[in-house]
């Protein structure tokens, strides 16, 4: 499955709930993907623990802040400017789930009065400023390629090895006594296509 009814079928609680063939999974993920393959492509590395999308913007709750960072920076890599990747975002922030997320983090004093779209993506391009060599909506196929090619190789070699794993967009569900060989297999396919130094991967568990 895939797209957003995709993710409204299932949850990040609801995924972590599965199981395959009776056993327990968890949920593998590229993080930063889109991010970490183009400054790959530009030969950056980044730092230890650095976050591209860990942006401040005051009186924003962080956890939506950083949601939204990360949606800002598919927009950038969809359109040709600054400009119209803010009002990709505002447009965005017009849907039933962001309109629903914003009025809660209202009613708790955390969402800014204010141009806080502009914000979000000057502060992108600020703390990343890679951004602004490939996110051009010419390359956006170029970078869904990549995306697509890395998870056919993971999911030919998972195929290979004998076991089952679900793919959702760029992470995968996988059995808990497959996870180490996943992680593995995941790390290989994004050193083949893109290369460089920032393929890290997240493991998550359901909570007890």
């Keep these: 499955m895939v797209g957003q009814d995709a993710q409204q079928a299932m949850s990040r609680d609801k995924r972590l709930k599965i199981t395959i063939n009776g056993e327990p999974c968890v949920e593998l993920d590229f993080k930063a993907f889109f991010p970490s393959m183009m ?41 040709d400017n600054m400009k119209a990747a803010q009002c990709a975002l505002a447009s965005a922030l017009s849907e039933e789930e962001w309109i629903d997320r914003v009025k809660q983090a209202r009613k708790q004093g955390l969402w800014p009065e204010g141009r806080i779209v502009h914000e979000i993506i000057e502060k992108l391009i600020e703390r990343n400023g890679y951004l602004m060599h490939e996110c051009q909506s010419s390359n956006a196929l170029k970078y869904m390629n990549y995306e697509s090619e890395i998870n056919d190789i993971v999911l030919e070699r998972v195929l290979m090895d004998g076991y089952i794993v679900i793919p959702l967009h760029d992470s995968f569900i996988v059995p808990v006594s497959a996870e180490e060989s996943t992680m593995y297999h995941m790390r290989k396919a994004y050193e083949l296509v893109i290369g460089g130094n920032n393929c890290r991967i997240t493991s998550k568990v359901a909570e007890a």
């Design 39 to 79: 400054a790959d492509i530009q030969g950056i590395t980044f730092p230890e623990k650095f976050d591209p999308y860990q942006i401040q913007v005051e009186g924003c709750d962080p956890e939506m802040l950083r949601d939204l960072a990360k949606l800002g920076c598919l927009m950038l890599l969809n359109t």
